[in-house]
């Protein structure tokens, strides 16, 4: 079955080429003029991912992804934007999106992030049987611990020391993607293929923005920093 798609655009020819783009790639699209739209359309029908203008008459993108999200609606959004400040797309983040792509774009880019978001939500295929072997079984809520901050994968929940840390679902990944690794710095390209399943190039600030954001929920005035930039690199998590 095609994937559903609901696009929010208010640029008319922007959005009739990205219909008939999405169209081609094998989405089903419902396309929608403003965010007032795409709020009805999303209670109406929810759609397996959804594409947002930030900036729209009335009721923008961001509006419509913090309502969504208020109402505990978790599809994946990515927003399209023409604001390239990282404080813009911050406040997108903020907001509950997932992915964000700077116009003008490659249609094929936008493409490439709507397949790893989907790739992200899609259920985990049947696991083949395997012969039964005699294993010590795990125990459940099983922690993951480094550098101060521990985690708790299963429940998708994360402190740093006796705070518990609010996290959307890109920062929790990144976060339990670095603590698996701690002292070990990871690459960008690792990164990337780790938590969106796509590089998407030495040119992105994707990953950037959502370790300046992760880091803003880690650190606390007085103690050391535990998401450290290898420049050139990539980033490795240790304390001090």
């Known amino acids: 079955m095609p994937h559903t798609l609901l696009l929010a655009e208010d640029d008319r020819a922007i959005r009739n080429a990205l219909?008939?783009?999405?169209t081609l790639e094998g989405y089903r699209v419902t396309a929608v003029a403003d965010g007032v739209e795409a709020l009805a359309?999303?209670?109406?029908?929810r759609p397996d991912v959804l594409v947002l203008d930030v900036m729209m008459p009335g009721i923008d993108?961001?509006?419509v992804c913090?309502?969504?999200r208020a109402e505990g609606d978790r599809t994946p959004v990515l927003m399209l934007t023409a604001l390239v400040e990282t404080?813009?797309?911050?406040?997108?983040l903020d907001?509950?999106?997932d992915d964000y792509v700077v116009k003008p774009f490659d249609v094929e880019e936008v493409f490439a992030r709507l397949r790893a978001l989907l790739r992200r939500v899609a259920p985990?295929?049947?696991?083949?049987p395997e012969p039964v072997v005699e294993t010590r079984p795990e125990p459940p809520?099983?922690?993951?611990?480094?550098?101060?901050?521990?985690?708790?994968?299963q429940a998708r929940r994360a402190w740093r020391g006796g705070r518990e840390l609010e996290l959307t679902r890109t920062e929790f990944e990144l976060l339990e993607l670095l603590i698996r690794h701690a002292g070990i710095v990871l690459d960008h390209s690792t990164i990337y293929d780790r938590i969106w399943g796509y590089d998407f190039g030495p040119g992105s600030k994707n990953l950037a923005v959502y370790v300046g954001y992760l880091r803003r929920k880690l650190d606390e005035p007085g103690a050391p920093q535990l998401i450290h930039t290898v420049r050139g690199v990539g980033y490795v998590l240790r304390e001090g």
Not at 19 to 22: G, I, N, P
């Open 19 to 22: 219909e008939r783009a999405l």
């Open 95 to 97: 907001a509950g999106a």
């Open 124 to 128: 985990a295929p049947d696991p083949v």
């Open 87 to 92: 404080a813009d797309r911050i406040a997108g």
């Open 61 to 63: 993108g961001l509006q």
């Open 141 to 153: 809520g099983r922690f993951l611990e480094a550098a101060g901050l521990r985690m708790d994968p």
């Open 66 to 68: 913090r309502v969504l």
């Open 41 to 45: 359309q999303a209670h109406r029908s």
